[in-house]
């Protein structure tokens, strides 16, 4: 990057090395085998009686088990289930989605945890699961339901009636063609017929499961699985179950009990009765293979993979991370010192895009190595620079250890708490590591000014927002100039949008954010010649990395990813702007925090050395990557808990969106910063409302005109 202005090229090139350590840690976690999350499965019971010709699997997208047990809901599912009984289906992914579901459902494996990305559309499958064992055995499959079943298994399925739309589609075409497909007869007739119902899913995404439009979902479901299970006649074995859960607000990406665990209801000959039945979600196939009489369905159990012997080279990929990581790191010190970023920005961005499409195309390996290289090429290119100071490299690290730490209790807690842990206090508690933060920030500025500074927050923050300056009582603050102030007026606007749609809970918690932001420009910036300006842009950067937890949990928001609001976005998707649209105002409404805060840090940025931005830098990546550290410490442990293992995993993405939505927002507010503000010359600071204080022979006046 060699046009760039020194200080944003030393953003632009942490931000980058952060994504990267933060991939890094991501994706090795990722691929450990996740033998412990699920126990070996138990000997399944025998059906009732012998095979029979026939099965029909109902998956009603969605469905909870006490939706389906509800006679006021389902009237008929719930008879269904008194008279043959009602079990539960374990659901084993550690991002629950209909893709997931769906790859379970059909060949008895879990789904790779990134596999929510094909959510929407999805490539062929190398496994036709159960269609392949019907195929090879001379039967016939139809599929009536999303387009993901013959996406990835069309190839084993012999005909299917795909919906016309990802949303907004209704099911009653998908019922009327499973009808007509178990009206077929002699050699034309299939053994299987799956059908997928989607829109109690979609209700539950818009309004939540204790809205009308839900209730009316799930009567349109109820009666379409009555239908179905009537027509299927005595000789056709019936399951009902579903590719997940959902919680009481719509969502199902997380761990939650509710979201876990899925009805499951077996009617007709050749299957079990369910009354008290629990099995894995991977176990279904092999009940529909044993139903129709098949071979024993091939089942891959992940917990043989957890109890290899140890070896070499089990530990030789986590130290090549661990060290890779380690130098990413030193790089970040590095930056906040003689290093300007200027050969390795390029190079780093490069490298961070290659690795995030590798991973896409399903190469982890690929894109490990290509992260780790990375990181290590640039810490060697900068070695003759040196780090700027250890402290650089350890506090903000260990700060986003605890904050990571605090981040997975809590998720965890919430997770098992019934009802859930009250957000205020679990918000309190993650206040701590921002806390520490601005009390060491607070005190290198106490240093730098020779007194003690009283701080009025929403003082500073209008003062500087509106007039230019700052508070008498609130020193060493930048004032934007025209086109900065153009600037933030302009996203403040856009940012009221979005959080008008996310509700007011969203536009308070945002307008802190912003307060927040402007009370640590306030203590950050000062002479850069003073002793503490390292420490104290580097406390800042912490401070801005681990302040947004604290704030979303206000708001309900915990690592589980079923705590993301995309209620507004469901609703725009039919109109005009469809599902980009929709997936972009999720993106923004999860930014809004992040993006407010740092939109309140920016004017300082602005105004910021080249070191003391590269100081800033270090802490915020180092906080981030100490936060991915924690997610990546769980993740590799064969034997956790699969909820802990997924809110770790949904500790990782966050850490991963928050490096690009504050580094993005940092580089935005130094590109936009005047001209005279990006050079190395130490900024003025405040020293009474109408004088200021600069380096070198500059004469100040007071207000009435006397010579100072």
């Known amino acids: 990057m060699p046009r760039l202005e020194p200080g944003l090229r030393r953003a632009l090139t ?69 008279a043959r009984g009602l079990g539960t289906a374990r659901v084993e992914n550690l991002i629950p989605s209909t893709i997931a579901g769906i790859t379970t459902l059909a060949t008895g494996r879990p789904s790779p945890p990134l596999d929510f990305l094909s959510d929407f559309s999805a490539g062929p499958s190398a496994d036709g699961g159960i269609f392949a064992a019907v195929a090879r055995a001379g039967g016939r499959s139809f599929v009536a339901g999303p387009a993901l079943w013959p996406q990835r298994y069309g190839r084993w399925i012999a005909a299917s009636h795909a919906q016309a739309a990802v949303f907004g589609a209704p099911d009653g075409p998908l019922v009327d063609a499973a009808l007509a497909a178990l009206r077929t007869a002699g050699p034309d007739a299939y053994r299987l017929v799956v059908v997928h119902l989607s829109e109690t899913d979609e209700a539950a995404h818009a309004h939540g499961i204790d809205s009308p439009g839900y209730r009316a979902a799930a009567g349109r479901a109820d009666d379409a699985v009555g239908r179905l299970a009537r027509a299927a006649g005595p000789e056709t074995a019936v399951l009902i179950t579903s590719d997940h859960g959902t919680t009481r607000a719509g969502g199902h990406a997380g761990p939650e009990p509710e979201v876990l665990a899925t009805p499951l209801i077996a009617l007709g000959p050749g299957l079990p009765s369910a009354r008290g039945l629990t099995v894995r979600q991977r176990d279904v196939p092999a009940l529909i293979a044993a139903a129709i009489g098949l071979p024993p369905f091939a089942l ?91 402290y650089l490299l350890v506090f903000p690290v260990a700060i986003g250890a605890v904050a990571g730490s605090l981040r997975l209790l809590d998720g965890v807690a919430s997770c098992a708490a019934h009802p859930p842990a009250l957000p205020v206090a679990a918000a309190v508690a993650l206040a701590l590591p921002p806390l520490i933060s601005l009390w060491r920030l607070r005190r290198g500025a106490v240093a730098a000014a020779g007194h003690d500074l009283r701080l009025r927050p929403l003082q500073a923050a209008v003062g500087a927002f509106c007039c230019g300056t700052d508070h008498a009582s609130v020193r060493e603050i930048a004032p934007m100039s025209r086109r900065t102030r153009t ?5 403040l606007v856009l940012g009221l949008l979005i959080f008008l749609v996310g509700g007011p809970s969203l536009f308070a918690a945002g307008a802190a954010a912003f307060v927040i932001g402007r009370t640590l420009a306030s203590l950050a910036r000062g002479a850069d010649a003073d002793a503490t300006v390292g420490w104290r842009w580097a406390a800042a950067g912490v401070a801005l990395a681990t302040a947004p937890p604290a704030l979303a949990r206000a708001l309900g928001q915990t690592l589980s990813l079923s705590t993301i609001d995309v209620h507004a976005a469901f609703h725009l998707i039919a109109g005009p702007l469809g599902l980009p649209g929709a997936v972009v105002v999720t993106l923004l409404v999860v930014a809004a925090v992040p993006l407010a805060l740092a939109l309140g840090f920016g004017p300082a940025v602005g105004a910021a050395s080249p070191r003391a931005l590269g100081a800033l830098a270090a802490g915020a990546g180092g906080a981030l990557v100490g936060q991915a550290v924690v997610a990546a410490a769980v993740l590799h442990w064969p034997a956790a808990p699969q909820a802990a293992a997924a809110l770790a995993l949904g500790g990782g993405l966050r850490a991963l969106f928050e490096t690009f939505y504050l580094f993005a927002a940092l580089s935005l507010a130094r590109a936009c910063a005047p001209r005279a503000a990006t050079t190395d010359r130490p900024p003025c600071a405040v020293t009474t409302p109408t004088m200021r204080s600069c380096p070198g022979p500059v004469t100040s006046t007071p207000a009435d005109g006397a010579p100072a």
């Open 487 to 491: 600037v933030v007026v302009a996203a």
């Open 300 to 390: 891959v159990d992940d917990a043989r993979a957890a109890t290899r012997p140890p070896s070499i080279a089990r530990y030789a990929g986590p130290a090549a991370v661990a060290a890779a990581v380690l130098a990413g790191l030193w790089f970040l010190t590095a930056l906040a010192g003689d290093a300007t970023g200027r050969p390795q920005g390029t190079a780093l961005n490069v490298a961070l895009w290659l690795a995030l499409v590798l991973q896409v195309v399903d190469r982890p390996t690929a894109a490990i190595a290509t992260a780790a290289s990375a990181l290590v090429i640039a810490a060697v290119s900068a070695s003759r620079a040196g780090a700027a100071g250890l």
């Open 14 to 82: 942490a931000g980058n090395a952060t994504a990267l350590a933060v991939l890094l840690l991501l994706l090795a976690g990722l691929g450990v085998p996740r033998g412990g999350a699920s126990a070996p499965a138990a000997a399944l019971p025998a059906g009732d009686g012998g095979p029979t010709r026939r099965v029909l699997l109902i998956v009603v997208d969605g469905l909870r088990v006490d939706t389906a047990a509800d006679p006021a809901l389902m009237r008929q599912t719930a008879a269904l289930a008194a």
